[in-house]
């Protein structure tokens, strides 16, 4: 069984570049909802559910996007509050944070999430605070760590599959591949964009085989290759725009491929 995730944030709340826009957020153009409902509305075609992790700033503006995604049969759950990675919090700065987008969810949908995903994975071996402050708040499971050095240096450099921790906190990582030596990811953002799609689909046919699951995660922003357009490092434009133009493409095959579930179906099983 495989995972279909989606962290649902504004087109420029994305930490690639925040560092850009941060002192202009308001006057930027809100496209979340439109972007949201493109995705629900490809979902409904093919009969699938998956789990969207929402930016408690997006639940809090727009309330009855959260509602829609629930209203249709999809999980929700908190990708924190201000899109701030977390190894740059202190601990009562995350606990704040995590109650802020909890209480935004609740607000929005009558519903108290139980899984969690930290903006850009950014849970380090220096923060493993982390997980006992979730299991204290009533989550069940964290999709936070992506083992591959590329995404975060301090990740365990072998594959994982979905864990109990010793706290009774399942983890959910995300899915990688070796390549060169290295881990890569393979499940999402530019990787999943540019890399050929027969390459991701022969992975996770084999990754299956084995019992394993696959983590997809994917940003509602992705299916919008129309969104505006802002100055920013090379960098940053590589990670940002590269691709877009491919994501609905990439989305519809792995929908006609692979069977998927939201998360906490799959660890309720």
């Known amino acids: 069984m495989n995972a279909l995730t989606f962290d649902v944030e504004e087109w420029f709340q994305v930490n690639s570049l925040r560092n850009v826009v941060s002192d202009r957020e308001d006057e930027l153009e809100s496209r979340v909802v439109n972007q949201t409902r493109k995705v629900l509305s490809i979902l409904d075609e093919y009969e699938t ?5 929402v930016l408690g700033k997006v639940c809090e503006k727009h309330p009855e ?3 829609e995604i629930f209203e249709g ?3 929700v759950g908190s990708h924190g509050f201000g899109h701030q990675k977390v190894y740059e919090m202190t601990e009562n700065e ?3 944070d995590v109650d802020a987008s909890v209480k935004s969810i609740e607000s ?3 519903v108290k999430p139980i899984g969690y995903r930290a903006p850009n994975f950014s849970v380090t071996d220096d923060c493993n605070w982390v997980f006992d402050v979730l299991k204290e708040k009533g989550f069940s499971y964290d999709s936070s760590i992506y083992p591959s050095r590329i995404v975060n240096p301090n990740a365990p450099s072998k594959p994982t599959s979905l864990t109990k921790m010793s706290n009774g906190l399942w983890e959910a990582p995300g899915s990688t591949k ?5 881990r890569v990811p393979y499940g999402g953002g530019l ?3 540019n890399e050929p799609y027969s390459l991701t689909k022969s992975i996770m046919k084999k990754e299956n085989k084995k019992g394993r699951m696959t983590v997809i995660y ?5 299916l919008d290759s129309d969104h505006p357009k802002i100055p920013c490092s090379r960098k940053a434009r590589l990670i940002h725009y590269w691709g877009l133009n491919r994501s609905e493409k990439i989305l519809r095959n792995l929908l006609k491929d692979f069977e998927f579930k939201p998360l906490k179906e799959i660890i309720k099983e």
């Open 49 to 53: 559910k998956a789990t969207f992790f």
């Open 65 to 67: 996007l959260a509602s």
């Open 73 to 75: 049969g999809h999980e």
């Open 94 to 96: 995350f606990t704040l």
């Open 108 to 110: 929005a949908c009558g």
């Open 178 to 182: 070796s390549f060169l030596g290295f």
């Open 191 to 193: 990787f999943l964009r």
């Open 218 to 222: 994917m940003h509602p922003w992705e």
